[in-house]
């Protein structure tokens, strides 16, 4: 049922992108006008177009008493060779923009500046448009056209709204997703946007049926109920799609996780709604107006105020449209965190170019395709990334779905990363491809044969570099797949127990054949990149085979720390995440490279050892480590009861659940290993995990003293105690009593 509701939620998003394109394309058409009045107006020929083709554009571009200069080839003709035309006037003007290879891009920023100048001077005739419409609406032929037109809309809108509360339970019951993975937030979404399309639908064939039945003859009144609809359809549809990706007030459904979804969907229905009133209201111009100034003045107004506001919008943006970016991915590259930055700027400058081409193709004879080359870039440029990111995330939830029900192992991981990564770049390569299909006909005149045998030469360069990029992801995920957890960087806390888990050794290799393998992925794509360009990779290798000769040879001491590492990960002598002693310096293994490897010291410090300069290795965190620790206990305590107490202690500490797991022997007393004067050594010992030792030693300990105090044998004492020997001892002592005290001296007086 989920992939029924996405074929239907796909079928309704290519109706909406149809009504998208028609609207959109209309703009250009009502601005192909030519000069203002007055103004000198250049039609290029190309030499091949028919006497009846000439007379039809003289008569349309010089409506309005504007003079048209004819060129033929980039040199000015006379009005007489180049066609006869009617009696328009005709006057020789400075040489004006012509389309040639040699300066093709001069002449499109001449006719942009034409077209910006003409639109300019045509502003101030916009308010000739409300005296235009009125003389054309007076000679409509259906009686009460203004009401029947309401009453048509009127009925119209009802009848969808009536649709839309009838049907509002049964689809807010499915608008619930039942779960968090992308499919059931796409099923949810999918059955609004289908109760969206299905309102806008009912909505344009109830308006255009009635309108078709209260106002049948074919008049203003017709035309102006046929682009009311016709508008209000293609901005209800913008708004269906915003619904759809945005979720508004339903984050639980949210297809697009855009940072402050709610404030760009209503800056969407702001533009929903100008849109189509920008379109209609310049088709309308376009039927009304006695002349094409009036159109174009209205065209450029309102080009200027789209234009104005997606600037706008995509700075305000910009944050959002990054952190959109950027949210897939997990550790994002600097390429890719350079690409979320200049995202919003190359929004911005697209809009701006394609308004630039939009105003020069009003001035060129072949306008319209250069018009139409432009919507629909556009339409490319908003539909690729959403499709790519969609078809990923796609992929993405169901592999999260799989792995819930079993876990994937690092090539099904690698896999799929690199699935999802063809299947997104696909999605970019098709775009990139109808957009070169686009404009290279506008741009380099070829023919769609020639663009074909292009085609052909290119692909299988873009196919290796697309090929090459699919591996490079496969071999990141793979050794991501291996690569060991990243462990935390601030202090540890000793009062958790630490991970019973040290990375295989293959883990531990993995960073460092990581590097090796991918530098090599590169530079072998970039070769074969290179010989298919028909450069002369032969030297180039000669090259590289004598840049590293010379390396190994003045740099001795990085060869000598790069063959000591591999000897070292050879051998097995450390992973990470171990505690090694090097002589010099210790602390836990944090990372390896190629040439060094990076200890944690206890209290923080990092340090980074060339595998050169370590000559013995110690390595305190493998299979098993023994403590042994002294208690002191006094001379009169029961050697045999503290015994029985310690083992008692240490069979606990083996039934602990928490403890006894990283016991290897049980703690127990070893004997009396020292008797001094004041106290009896007795040595303790247990074997243990490595990394859990020193807490086991704690916890030992803790259970120890307090055991020992309840069984009543008492621990040694610092204290010096003296004893009474007898009645020597007691005639001392009166004797000592019995002296008196020393007198002062007193100095004698002066």
């Known amino acids: 049922m989920v992939w029924n509701r996405i074929g239907q939620v796909l079928a309704a998003t290519r109706g909406f992108l149809l009504l998208a394109a028609v609207a959109l394309l209309c703009q250009p058409a009502a601005s192909q006008t030519a000069a203002a009045p007055g103004e000198t107006l250049t039609l290029t020929l190309r030499g091949d177009e028919t006497p009846e083709t ?11 008493g504007r003079r048209v200069e004819i060129r033929l080839a980039g040199t000015p003709a006379t009005a007489a060779p180049a066609a006869p035309v009617p009696a328009a006037p005709v006057a020789a003007a400075p040489p004006p923009p012509a ?57 119209a809108l009802g009848a969808a709204l009536l649709f839309r509360v009838a049907t509002a339970k049964w689809f807010a019951a499915r608008m619930v997703p039942q779960g968090s993975y992308l499919t059931a937030r796409l099923s949810a979404s999918g059955a609004g946007l289908l109760q969206d399309l299905l309102t806008i639908s009912l909505w344009l064939v109830l308006a255009r049926w009635l309108g078709s039945v209260w106002l049948p003859l074919e008049d203003l009144a017709a035309h102006h109920l046929r682009s009311i609809a016709n508008g209000a359809a ?100 600097h390429g890719l965190r350079l690409l979320a930055q200049a995202a919003p700027w190359i929004y911005v400058a697209l809009a701006v170019l394609l ?17 139409e080359a432009a919507e629909l870039t556009q339409i490319i440029v908003v539909l690729a990334p959403i499709l790519s990111v969609g078809v990923t995330s796609l992929l993405a939830c169901r592999q999260e779905q799989r792995a819930a029900v079993s876990p994937p192992t690092p090539m099904q991981q690698a896999l799929g990363r690199a699935m999802r990564a063809a299947a997104g770049g696909a999605m970019w390569a098709g775009g990139l491809y109808l957009m070169g299909r686009i404009w290279a006909r506008l ?5 769609s044969g020639q663009f074909q045998a292009v085609t052909q030469k290119v692909a299988g360069i873009a196919a290796l570099a697309f090929a090459g990029w699919v591996v490079i992801v496969f071999l990141r995920g793979f050794f991501d797949a291996y690569s060991p957890r990243a462990r935390a960087t601030g202090p540890a806390d000793e009062d958790v ?13 993995m960073p460092v054949l990581r590097g090796v393998v991918l530098t090599a992925a590169f530079g072998l794509t970039g070769l074969v990149l290179l010989s298919r360009l028909g450069v002369d990779i032969g030297p180039l290798l000669a090259g590289f085979g004598i840049l590293g000769l010379a390396i190994s040879f003045g740099s001795q001491a990085l060869v000598r720390d790069i ?107 070893q004997g009396v290993a020292d008797i001094t004067d004041s106290a009896i050594v007795i040595r303790l010992k247990f074997t243990a995990k490595p990394n859990q030792a020193s807490m086991l030693q704690r916890e030992a300990l803790k259970r120890v003293y307090r055991g020992l105090n309840d069984a009543g044998v008492p621990f040694a004492s610092n204290a010096v105690t003296v004893r009474e020997g007898g009645a020597k001892t007691s005639a001392g002592a009166a004797a000592i009593s019995a002296v008196p005290p020393p007198t002062p001296l007193v100095p004698a007086a002066q």
Not at 497 to 509: F, H, K, N, Q, W
Not at 585 to 594: A, R
Request: with cysteine.
């Open 54 to 64: 000439i007379r039809k554009l003289v008569d349309t571009l010089s409506a309005g």
């Open 355 to 371: 308004w630039m081409v939009g105003r020069a193709a009003a001035m060129m004879p072949d306008g319209g395709r250069w018009a």
């Open 497 to 509: 127990m630490p991970e019973d888990t040290v990375p295989s050794r293959l883990a531990t290799v």
């Open 99 to 155: 389309a040639t290879t040699d300066a093709e891009a001069g002449a499109l920023w001449d006719y942009f500046v034409s077209g910006v100048d003409y639109g300019r001077g045509a502003v101030p005739s916009v308010v000739d448009l409300p005296g235009d419409w009125g003389r054309a609406w007076a000679r409509n032929r259906n009686v009460s056209a203004g009401s029947q037109i309401l009453t048509c809309l009127a009925l």
């Open 563 to 669: 063959v000591s590492g591999f000897f070292f990960m050879l051998e097995d002598a450390f992973r990470v995440g171990e505690y090694v002693d090097t002589g010099r310096l210790k602390g836990t293994v944090e990372k390896i490279s190629l040439r060094s490897m990076q200890l944690r010291h206890q209290s923080g410090q990092i340090h980074t050892v060339p595998f050169g300069q370590v000559q013995s290795l110690t390595n305190a965190s493998r299979d098993w480590a023994t403590l042994k620790f002294n208690v002191r206990l006094d001379h009169s305590a029961d050697i045999e009861q503290a015994r029985k107490t310690i083992k008692k202690t240490g069979l606990a500490l083996l039934e602990d659940p928490e403890f006894g797991p990283h016991f290897i022997a049980p703690l127990k007393m």
């Open 234 to 333: 293609v901005g209800a549809a913008y708004i269906a799609t915003g619904r759809f990706l945005l979720a508004p007030g339903a984050p639980e459904r949210r297809l697009m996780p855009l940072p402050r979804a709610d404030r760009h969907f209503r800056l969407l229905c702001v533009y929903a709604v100008a849109v189509p009133v920008f379109i209609v209201g310049a088709l309308l111009a376009q039927r009304v107006a006695t002349g094409p100034a009036p159109v174009a003045g209205l065209v450029t107004l309102s080009g200027a105020v789209l234009l104005s506001y997606k600037i706008w919008w995509f700075t305000d943006a910009r944050h959002d449209l990054t952190a959109l970016i950027l949210a897939n991915s997990e550790q994002p590259g």
């Open 443 to 447: 741009l380099f005149g070829m023919s």
